[in-house]
């Protein structure tokens, strides 16, 4: 039987976290072409020539990410479903535009949450969207927009992302 160490005691820490995304960085899955990942941080990310992540803003308190381990005792696996919301306001043609790219590919996500900590989702088998809702709500205070949910199926959770790298990644590779 393989051996699965412990190796840390967790324990309770201040109470200085806060909730929900700030921005989220997509490219296409397929132009990611190398991870450098150990313990859980990436070190790097390489992207093909002349590509780039792109950011994209959300309202404050709008928008989240979360991670839900799928587990069979009895087949002896585990795998986690990562799923990203995003909402978008204003209804106009270039965000129209940009979501339905973001629809028709895979994608690879780097999260920005509410700490400044980053991470990555979809990174073994690509998000996908999965569901999304436009409109125009009813009372003038409604939205009027978009929110899409993203969803990935990996096999490890997701890995913090090493803030250093971050802005090399929001310009076209060499």
Request: charged share 20%.
């Amino acid at each position: 039987m393989a051996s699965c160490n412990l190796t840390q005691n967790i324990m309770l820490d201040c109470r200085d976290s806060a909730g929900g995304v700030k921005e989220v960085y997509f490219i296409e899955f397929d132009n990611v072409t190398d991870v450098t990942e150990a313990s859980g941080m990436v070190t790097a990310i390489t992207v093909a020539s002349t590509k780039q992540f792109r950011r994209y803003q959300v309202p404050k308190e709008t928008s989240f990410w979360t991670q839900t381990l799928n587990s069979s005792v009895q087949n002896g696996t585990i795998f986690y479903q990562q799923e990203l919301t995003i909402v978008a306001n204003k209804m106009q043609a270039n965000t129209r535009n940009e979501l339905q790219l973001l629809a028709m590919n895979r994608l690879l996500a780097i999260v920005k949450d509410m700490n400044d900590k980053y991470h990555l989702l979809g990174w073994g088998n690509a998000l996908d969207a999965t569901a999304g809702e436009d409109g125009s709500g009813t009372a003038t205070g409604d939205r009027n927009g978009y929110s899409r949910t993203f969803t990935a199926m990996e096999r490890f959770m997701a890995p913090e992302v090493q803030s250093g790298i971050i802005s090399g990644l929001l310009s076209p590779a060499a």
